[in-house]
């Protein structure tokens, strides 16, 4: 990849299946040598939340939202094609597919390695993050393959309010389907304090800060001020998780590398699914690249603030889905990679 097509993505970012794996040691360490701290903190709860984690998936999910521009959902006819293969990919292709490979691995492929009651736990973890499509992140993807920024916006902002009515009863489904039993109270609970929340309060201090400073400001100084927040709630989530999680991936070491097997295959049998129909269809190249990036790529940060919310800081479905981050970042710049090279394909 060039040094052109690297300057979209940020050095932690960029990065970031590395921190991902530091996060990971460092947390294994401090839950095996220094027990006391997951204990103290898996004592701050309230509701089966915990507190910690919840304080630090907002500081991660706040600066995201205050990037979509809603008003640009009044542009949604422009270019309808696209859009609807987003839609069709993420909401009606996706999830299903997630579950259908994963199952397929854990259950049949990895059967010799996965003891079932694990299998269960951990095709609901994929399950999570096939039922969240990315947002943030693909402006990201889009930039670096020369996207329509905004196709790319009108993209975002229709798949987060998608996201509130489509994503509860998807994941209830799902769930359903492989045996794990969710209230639908602490579905729609977790969608409130994880997505209309930070969601409300990115677009309201949006609206509040391009109305006194406006929009230059607000792109190029209000907005950077936060590029590390997102990156650092993460890092430090991840730490928490893993200070819970070291037991069973001790026990388990080998688990981490089977996950991610169908949760890669997933992504770039999806990416191709968006990018090919574009194809078809003769849309240009700069609307066929972020549709297939926005389906290949996962809301990994409400997949894992779900999982936790759901199942606990040590279960392994949220294992599950923060191996989702680990293959993220390599998997994704190596569809940027293959869009790029293959831009010749599209007339335009």
Not at 313 to 324: C, D, E, M
Not at 336 to 343: E, L, P, S
């Amino acid at each position: 990849m060039s040094e052109t097509e690297n300057s979209g993505i940020g050095f932690f970012e960029k990065y970031l299946t590395v921190w991902v794996a530091l996060c990971m040691a460092a947390g294994i360490l401090i839950g095996k040598f220094l027990p006391s701290v997951p204990a103290f903190l898996g004592r701050l709860e309230y509701a089966n939340v915990s507190i910690p984690v919840a304080v630090l998936i907002w500081l991660m999910i706040y600066p995201m939202m205050m990037k979509v521009d809603f008003k640009s959902v009044k542009h949604v006819g422009e270019n309808p094609q696209g859009l609807f293969i987003t839609w069709i990919t993420n909401w009606l292709i996706k999830p299903f597919t997630m579950f259908g490979i994963a199952w397929l691995f854990f259950y049949v492929v990895f059967k010799s390695f996965i003891p079932a009651e694990l299998a269960k736990e951990y095709l609901a973890g994929a399950m999570l993050l096939g039922a969240a499509p990315c947002t943030a992140m693909v402006f990201v993807w889009s930039h670096l393959t020369k996207g329509n920024p905004a196709y790319t916006v009108v993209q975002v902002a229709t798949n987060d309010l998608i996201i509130l009515v489509a994503f509860v009863p998807i994941v209830k489904f799902l769930l359903g389907v492989s045996d794990v039993h969710v209230p639908w109270d602490t579905l729609f609970l977790s969608v409130v304090l994880f997505v209309v929340i930070p969601l409300t309060a990115g677009a309201l201090t949006r609206g509040h800060m391009l109305k006194a400073k406006g929009q230059d400001y607000f792109e190029k100084v209000f907005l950077p001020k936060f590029s590390k927040t997102t990156i650092s709630g993460l890092l430090l989530t991840l730490v928490i998780i893993f200070s819970f999680q070291g037991k069973v991936i001790i026990e388990n070491p080998v688990h981490i590398g089977l996950i991610a097997v169908p949760l890669i295959i997933q992504t770039v049998f999806i990416f191709f699914v968006a990018y090919f129909a574009a194809k078809a269809i003769d849309l240009p190249h700069n609307v066929a690249a972020p549709a297939g990036m926005i389906g290949a790529s996962n809301f990994f940060e409400l997949a894992v603030a779900v999982a936790i919310a759901l199942f606990g800081t040590s279960s392994p479905v949220a294992l599950a889905t923060i191996v989702g981050v680990l293959v993220e970042v390599p998997v994704m710049l190596a569809l940027v990679g293959f869009a790029n090279r293959t831009v010749h394909w599209f007339k335009s």
